[in-house]
């Protein structure tokens, strides 16, 4: 085949929530059954029509292939095995005449329904998106039903844009997938390559009758060292796969894109692969300088194809060095005479446009550039790839004045929180022995398998309708804290009256566990509509970090003290860990991220020393984002370990033996970290363990963990309410692996996204379920 030329300018993706999280709203309003599946599609196709305008007018192409149709209405991977017919077993029931899965058995498999819990999620490489986990046997039926990717393409088509599908390659989506519980062991969903391939085929010659010319096949999992299966094996699957895609006949031109780092040693395969592009990720990957430092098979081979240069950080919001990712641009050039621009990832991880931002400061505004900035210096780069360096001139230059005046603004950097770091010391990392700790927290008199939850409570359309109040001025300061009070008290007396030992005051004064602190922290600013998607629908705001961190003020103190004075059961005070206040951050690129995680851990031991003062003897830390972070080379690994647990240590270490530290993590695949988990020395240790039905105990089994730990029972991230019969079965299965008197009981995670009804009762069933444990270990003991 011939391939029409690669666009000069693109991105690998661009934010699909919407403006103003149009598509939240209305995947939400289908669900609630206020909406058809109609009036969702219609919604969905606005927005897709609104974006291709959108890019075009920043200067990507109507008719080259430069916009991609990256449009999901939950996630990428969920969208690539429903196209590929890779349906769990239990979900056999929503296959429509032809096979296929309609819109709402989609969902249905993202969200679970009655009994059938919902495919696994967990976090997309180091980025702080979560993706659903497909689960492959032996028997899965690979067919295509593609029908919404050609017809995504074909509705541009129409409008008159050529733009270019982008579908999960088959490689990724194989290493992400999991085995299903019906598989035999020792399988390996990798083991279906050669049967999904052909699939895949078909969907590019369809894609390729469509019209299409290009099509973007997202393959990250080639860069990552982390993926549970033997390098030389992933390396190998790049011949396997596209020795086949790239022999079809009838397709478009493909471009691999290899996201999220350097491909290293998967490099020369790729090279190899007869596809059109190799999309290079060159903000936190690297490329070597010149064809003499390649072996010279993949040096022609490399010199052969398109290098799709990804230079323009897709994963944070800094308007960036922009003459240095020229500069990489050029030199790339001496290893292919056909080079194009691009963002480093997709845009999905950035905000929409930092125009909307009314009330950020100027001059931090001018360092920034979210999706649209990024489309286009993207645009820019590309012309001047086309015209000449001088073309650009005055582009370049306005960007490195911003980045000037960044280093040199009030705040960036403070002299009085640099002195502090200068000076810790080692013993400033660790507390007592963990053997004197438990002798001290004798005194809390908790129960054998302890309940609690982890933090918040419900966001009632009450609670968001008083800081809306609070913000736009209707009401006053002193009217929304009796607001907060009075929902506190309604948290603490329904904990009192389900029978729960270790109570938490809801969070209804927090916005998010990362924005609260922001806003009450140095160095950071927050944004009105910076939104980005977490998973599904759901979208968080991240806060920018811009300076140096320092507390000026107790942040959590008074409303921990109130809901203690409420009830005789202890309280948990509930902290946000300083990994997590990066990873969910949008955070400076300017110092070492060590560095600025001690920043926040000495704010966070000042606030833990305070609550102490208070009376609260239970204090929880939550770092559910400390695997997001871990860098998928093997090699970098061990020192984000060492400050990432070192922070955390830094943080909980000035706290009295007596004082019982807890800690949480989510949707991760724990095995990894387990001995960082370790580390962290944490006295109590939650963690997702419900949606994966308690996986991560082997794990514990195995590693030596000695510390309280609660395995999560229920999975907070679905409207599902688990039966009393499921939870028992859950503690069951922990308790057979891990001693009863270091086990705690929780849901998985926070429950600000639920409602309350579903709540209460999935609370009822984990006391009801604990205490029938709790009884059959009291029989088995006598």
């Excluded at 010149?290 to 098979?297: E, F, I, Q, V």
Aim: some cysteine; hydrophobic content about 45%.
């Amino acid at each position: 085949m011939t391939a029409r030329p690669f666009p000069t300018g693109t991105i690998l993706g661009y934010p699909r929530i919407g403006r103003r999280r149009e598509l939240k709203r209305a995947v939400e309003s289908f669900w609630a059954g206020r909406i058809d599946a109609a009036e969702l599609e219609a919604t969905a196709a606005g927005l897709r029509s609104a974006t291709r305008e959108r890019l075009a007018e920043l200067g990507l192409g109507r008719a080259d292939s430069a916009i991609p149709e990256s449009f999901s209405y939950y996630d990428q991977v969920l969208d690539a095995a429903v196209a590929v017919g890779a349906i769990p077993a239990r979900f056999e029931r929503l296959r429509g005449a032809d096979g296929g899965v309609d819109l709402a058995g989609y969902f249905t498999i993202a969200r679970g329904e009655g009994d059938d819990a919902p495919l696994e999620m967990t976090k997309w490489f180091d980025s702080n998106y979560h993706y659903l986990v497909p689960e492959i046997s032996p028997t899965t039926r690979f067919e295509l039903h593609a029908e919404r990717i050609v017809a995504e393409f074909v509705e541009a088509r129409d409008a008159g844009f050529l733009t270019r599908p982008v579908v999960v390659g088959p490689i990724t989506f194989l290493l992400l997938a999991k085995a299903a519980d019906d598989a035999p062991a020792g399988f390996r969903p990798i083991d279906r390559l050669d049967e999904l391939v052909p699939v895949y085929a078909q969907l590019l010659a369809e894609l390729a009758a469509a019209g299409a010319e290009w099509v973007q096949l997202d393959e990250p999992a080639l860069v990552s060292e982390s993926i549970d299966e033997p390098r030389a094996r992933v390396i190998a699957a790049i011949a396997a796969a596209y020795d086949v895609l790239g022999a079809a006949d009838d397709r478009p031109a493909i471009f691999v894109a290899a996201p999220y780092g350097s491909l290293g040693d998967a490099l020369p395969a790729l090279a190899a692969a007869p596809v059109e592009a190799i999309g290079l990720d060159l903000v936190r990957g690297s490329l070597p300088d010149a064809l003499d430092d390649l072996d010279p098979a993949t040096a022609e081979s490399l010199a052969a194809k398109t290098l799709v240069a990804g230079v323009v950080d897709g994963h944070n919001i800094w308007r960036g060095d922009l003459a240095a990712a020229f500069a990489r641009v050029e030199a790339v050039q001496s290893l292919s005479g056909s080079v194009a621009v691009s963002t480093s990832t997709s845009l999905l991880h950035v905000p929409h446009d930092v125009d909307d931002e009314s009330k950020l400061d100027p001059r931090l505004v001018s360092w920034l550039a979210f999706a649209d900035q990024k489309v286009a210096q993207v645009a820019a780069l590309a012309r001047g790839l086309a015209e000449g360096r001088g073309a650009i001139a005055e582009t370049l230059d306005a960007a490195s004045v911003a980045l000037a005046d960044r280093a040199g603004a009030p705040g960036v950097r403070v002299p009085s929180v640099r002195e502090r770091l200068a000076v810790l010391q080692p013993t400033d990392f660790s507390r007592a022995d963990y053997d004197e700790r438990l002798l001290a927290q004798d005194s809390l008199d908790l129960p054998e398998l302890p309940t609690t939850t982890i933090g918040s409570f419900p966001q009632t359309g009450e609670i968001r309708r008083a800081r809306a109040g609070l913000v736009g001025g209707t009401i006053t300061a002193d009217a929304y804290d009796g607001l907060m009070r009075d929902e506190i008290e309604r948290v603490i007396r329904l904990q009192e009256d389900l029978g729960l030992d270790v109570l938490v005051h809801g969070e209804p004064e927090r916005n998010d566990m990362v924005q609260y602190f922001a806003e009450l922290l140095d160095g950071f600013a927050v944004t009105e509509h910076g939104w980005v998607q977490s998973y599904g629908s759901r979208c968080t705001r991240p806060s920018i970090l811009w300076g140096d961190v320092s507390r000026p003020a107790p942040m959590t103190v008074a409303w921990a003290e109130y809901a203690q004075s409420l009830t005789g059961q202890h309280v948990k005070g509930m902290l946000t860990g300083p990994v997590t206040i990066l990873a969910w951050s949008f955070v400076r690129d300017d110092l070492p991220l060590g560095d600025t995680a001690r920043q926040v851990a000495l704010a966070l031991r000042d606030e833990i020393a305070d609550l102490e003062a208070a009376g609260i003897r239970i204090i929880q830390v939550d770092e559910p984002a400390l695997r997001e972070l871990l860098p998928l080379k093997l090699a970098d690994q061990p020192a984000y370990l060492d400050w990432s647990v070192g922070s955390f240590r830094l943080a909980t270490a000035g706290a009295a033996s007596a004082t019982q530290v807890h800690t949480h993590l989510c949707y991760s695949e724990f095995g990894v970290i387990i001995d960082a988990i370790k580390n962290l020395d944490a006295d109590v240790t939650s963690i997702e363990a419900a949606r994966s039905r308690m996986e991560v105990v082997d794990d514990l089994a195995t590693s030596g963990f000695d510390h309280g730990i609660g395995p999560g029972v229920y999975d907070i991230h679905s409207p599902r309410v688990p039966s009393i019969d499921e939870v028992t079965t859950l503690l069951e299965r922990a308790v057979r692996e891990i001693p009863a008197n270091r086990l705690w009981v929780n849901p998985d995670c926070g429950l600000k996204t639920r409602g309350y009804d579903e709540t209460v009762a999935s609370l009822g069933h984990i006391i009801a379920a604990t205490r029938a444990v709790r009884a059959s270990l009291s029989v088995a003991a006598v």
